[in-house]
């Protein structure tokens, strides 16, 4: 690397480019452009190239497959469009260009800027938020449906409604879905239903169409009348791409008039399938309780016949004879055992009687008196032999032998302790010498050398 690009942050085409783009995207996420088409391409891939342009400007633009496929015209060159999209780089050439969102033909430019603005508007007020949606009844009794008595959609709603809930009474309420004055006589209608008690649930519906001729239900007026609405009003303008004031204002939004049929009431089929099981459950449940029922009642007969007097006689004379028997055994019993101890008693008696006492001790004097007599010469013998061996032991250990043999046993002063060595004793002591026969004093004399 040079030193003037040590120095200096060099970049490379593709990090500069990508630097270029990450700008752009980040501070144009999202702008309309309102321009002429030129250069149209729609190669196999099926995605959109072209240019919008001006008097004094160009700019490319691509519409990618699925959102060109989502268009309601056909885009040709020297049409005039409003288009949404965000601005980015095409890094390949180098060019900036607009990666769309979606496009539709100028002339409803104007009526899609006023459409933003207002829901904008509207909803910053809180007027769509879910917080305030009502939920709808789960059977209504009567269905109001505001829309025009000639249009596809009130075919498609009554035909769902026959289908699936024939007995729901519906009223069509006639009133223009477009054109001038339509958005008005669309608002006291629904303010005449709403008001009128007749009605538990309220359908908006009208089948699709432009911006234009959707437009009665994009006011402002009557999305706040949906909104105040004290009753629940359901909203299916247009198709399911198609969205309006009402769609959002509204309890419930419905893609399409005929999915609003289905959601405002259950299917016929499935109702009678839960009232068939509701129907078993109500019979077993009956069932169950009376068999519940006959089960109490039987057991109160049986209570009722315990309690008659004639059974309770029957039952106290059964209970009697068996007291009785049981008493009449209890008295055998203790009188058995009082017997036997009796005589457990007679014979303990007999057996410690002072007479049979005296006879045995008499005896028991005899055998003691000869057993005296007989112990001098059964004990005597072997004690004296006892006696001499343990004399001849203690003779042979006693020191009276040795001293008999010449020896003699020297003590200090008169019975003082036994001199066993010659350092014991200084000159001059005392001793006293023990002899076999007789006691000598003697005194040591210090050693001549």
Known sequence: MSSLARERQV????????????????????????????????????????????????????LFKPKAQALRFAPRDGLQVLARGRLTLYEARGDYQLVLDHMEEAGEGALRRAFEQLKARLAAEGLFEAARKRPLPAFPRRLGVITSPRGAAVRDVLSVLGRRFPLLPVDVLPVPVQGDGAAAQILDMLRRAAGSGRYDVLLLTRGGGSLEDLWAFNDEALARAIAASPVPVVSAVGHEIDTSLSDFAADLRAPTPSAAAELLVPEQGELQARLAQRHRQLQALLARMNAARAQRADQAFLKLQALRPQLRLERGRGRLAKLQHRLDLAVAQALSARAERAARLLRRLDQQHPRRRLQEQRHRLQLLGQALANAPDRLLPPRRLRLAGLARALASVSPLATLARGYSILREGDGGPVVRRADQVRAGDALEARLAEGRLRLRVEPDPD
């Not at 630097?19 to 002429?36: N, Y």
């Open 11 to 62: 970049l490379r085409p593709s990090q500069l480019n990508a630097l270029a783009r990450d700008l752009l995207e980040g501070s144009f996420p999202q702008v309309w452009v309102e321009g002429e088409i030129s250069n149209f391409s729609r190669p196999a891939s099926g995605h959109a190239y072209f240019t919008l342009k001006d008097e004094r400007a160009q700019v490319r633009c691509a």
